[in-house]
């Protein structure tokens, strides 16, 4: 099992930016695709966006496309999410996520991290 500590939520302006992070630790962190998830209160939980080991493909939803951005850095330990034209209908607690598949990240995964909230202002 993987340990996730996420960072780097607050409250914003709609209109505005926020750079979420992500800081994995254990043997196999390298080798998870990575994402993250978003729970806004009185909703369940969903998917945002996800990237693979290398970087190489990444994914999101249609709600956040053209304006969110999922990274990786080189040593895969860390994944970011680069939030940009921030929307009210984006507060909510984003989770880290990571498991051996994209699949089983979307649909199985139990590797959370204990969630940063993200607050956006109208």
């Known amino acids: 099992q993987v340990q996730l500590v996420e960072s780097g939520g607050g409250s914003v302006q709609a209109g505005g930016s926020l750079r979420l992070s992500c800081a994995a630790s254990g043997r196999t962190a390298d080798s998870y695709t990575m994402g993250w998830f978003r729970q806004a209160p009185g909703k369940e939980r969903e998917f945002v966006a996800a990237?693979?080991?290398?970087?190489?493909?990444?994914y999101d939803v249609d709600s956040v496309k053209g304006r969110f951005t999922i990274s990786r850095d080189g040593a895969k330990d860390t994944v970011h999410l680069q939030m940009n034209s921030l929307k009210s209908e984006d507060t909510a607690v984003y989770y880290c996520a990571a498991d051996s598949t994209l699949w089983r990240l979307r649909s199985v995964t139990t590797n959370w991290g204990q969630g940063t909230q993200v607050t956006v202002s109208s």
């Open positions: 990237i693979t080991r290398n970087g190489e493909s990444t």
